[in-house]
């Protein structure tokens, strides 16, 4: 019975052989860059994310961050090797999907503004604003973003540690895809399913 339960585990992802940091050249929060995602492993939504090249699976990692609630790992659809982990922290439930801004700016900036200025002290790197409620802070190994979504009702935090090398991997294999399928840059060739080769 444990020798099942290990190899059921293990099909979920392999466990890192490294101690992984908050964002790093390997990973974060103990789930590393470059694994591929398992058979078990279950799809999920990823908030702002809209490509039919991309998919997000729900993970738990090994070293969770008690800031956050859920985590998401991105990979792109063909390799299947996990290039962004995503860290999602709820902050509440909107009364619509239709907020007013300025409420919606006082009860997610400061809520923002405090995680950007914890991860940029644990990280050592300045998480800067881009404009209101993004920050982002790029080094040569990992880009980290932090935002709020707002998906139906819902307003999440939304921090991403993203793999530089394998980002760009991941964003090439999908403009190949893309303009195999869109021969004159309007219609989707008939071998084609919403711009995903068959």
Not at 127 to 152: F, H, I, N
Request: hydrophobic letters at 40%; aromatic letters at 10%.
């Amino acid at each position: 019975m444990y020798l099942i339960r290990t190899i059921f585990v293990s099909l979920i992802i392999a466990a890192p052989t490294a101690v992984l940091a908050l964002c790093t050249a390997e990973g974060a929060y103990g789930i590393a860059f470059g694994q591929k995602v398992g058979f078990f492993a279950s799809r999920a939504h990823e908030p702002g994310m809209l490509s039919p090249y991309l998919t997000a699976y729900a993970m738990k990692p090994p070293q969770p961050d008690p800031r956050f609630d859920s985590y998401l790992v991105r990979v792109e659809n063909d390799a299947k090797v996990i290039y962004v982990v995503t860290a999602l922290q709820k902050l509440f439930t909107a009364e619509s999907s239709t907020m007013p801004g300025d409420e919606y700016r006082a009860r997610v900036y400061p809520v923002l503004e405090k995680i950007a200025a914890q991860i940029s002290q644990e990280q050592g790197v300045q998480l800067k604003t881009k404009y209101g409620g993004y920050y982002t802070a790029l080094t040569p190994d990992v880009s980290l973003e932090l935002s709020a979504e707002l998906e139906g009702t819902n307003v999440y935090a939304v921090f991403k540690c993203l793999s530089v090398r394998l980002n760009n991997d991941a964003s090439k294999a999908a403009i190949t895809k893309y303009l195999a399928c869109v021969g004159d840059g309007k219609t989707y060739k008939p071998e084609c399913s919403q711009g995903v080769p068959r």
